[in-house]
């Protein structure tokens, strides 16, 4: 726990930049930002001090550039984590620091990736881009491996029907299909217009999502259908894993959750993979 007192901040600073620990004279671009709180969250949580030179130097910030960099802290905050972050002021020798801490990530929201799907943990005092593949952290590899892993884990596929619309949404969900295989992990893909019967839709869609593990909402077209069976989802707790093509308008309740965005199917394949992995790893831990 981070000591966010004027006092605690002081000995942060002291301290110097170390592996929980960032120091900026002003606040960099959004990407730059976005990279350090993923990071932190990636690997054992942190504290960024805004108005604090390489060096430990109180350098301090007026009062409008607090508001400022608070406000762009947080809406950045907002779009990147699925949960809140503590930022604040402190004053010391007479100067505002702004702080913003980064509690390390929980294992069914891990790993955080950025809007535009880099990964990135730290290593000492430096934020490093970290590939996909190589992403996953012992503890996940250990459950998947040892933790039941053959428990089959079920994830409904949320999205868009309107294929006349949109051709490319059967490569994309064919896509998913492949990130599935590449696990290599037992998960079980539905989408409820490819399951057999005679049944009412609405309902037939909330009996598979009370079934299913993992939620895939796919925000591509902006489909009414998909706010609706992703609002059940979340109201069930079940583990969600929201992605849209790049470009997608999302809605003000939509987008201030973590979406993965991609520009084909290509990289849909690519990013989905790591997301299925941490929410398989996820699940077996809890039923553990």
Do not use: C
Request: net charge negative; glycine share 6%; hydrophobic share 45%.
């Amino acid at each position: 726990m981070i000591d966010s007192t004027p006092e605690g901040i002081a000995r942060v600073i002291a301290d110097g930049e170390s592996q929980t620990t960032e120091f900026k004279s002003r606040l960099p671009p959004g990407h730059v930002v976005a990279s350090v709180l993923a990071a932190f969250a990636n690997t054992k949580g942190g504290i960024l001090l805004i108005g604090v030179g390489d060096k430990g130097e109180i350098l301090g910030l007026s009062d409008d550039e607090v508001r400022n960099v608070i406000n762009r802290l947080q809406r950045i905050a907002a779009s990147l984590l699925p949960w809140s972050m503590n930022v604040g002021v402190v004053e010391i020798d007479g100067k505002n620091i702004v702080y913003a801490i980064v509690d390390k990530a929980p294992a069914y929201y891990y790993p955080i990736t950025t809007s535009t799907g880099m990964l990135y943990q730290r290593d000492l005092a430096k934020v490093v881009e970290v590939p996909a593949a190589d992403f996953l952290d012992l503890e996940i590899r250990a459950k998947i491996s040892s933790v039941q892993p053959d428990k089959e884990a079920v994830a409904f596929v949320a999205m868009s029907f309107r294929e006349e619309e949109e051709p490319a949404l059967v490569d994309y969900f064919r896509a998913m299909e492949r990130a599935v295989r590449a696990t290599e992990l037992p998960i079980k893909l539905v989408r409820v217009d490819l399951v057999d019967g005679d049944y009412e839709i609405s309902q037939r869609i909330m009996e598979e999502i009370d079934k299913a593990d993992i939620v895939i909402a796919d925000f591509t077209l902006n489909s009414s259908n998909v706010y609706f069976e992703l609002g059940y989802a979340r109201g069930k707790n079940r583990r969600i894993i929201q992605i849209a093509r790049k470009g997608t308008h999302l809605e003000f309740d939509i987008r201030n959750w973590r979406t993965v965005f991609y520009r084909n199917a290509t990289e849909l394949e690519e990013k989905l993979g790591p997301e299925l992995k941490a929410a398989y790893a996820s699940i077996v831990g809890n039923a553990s």
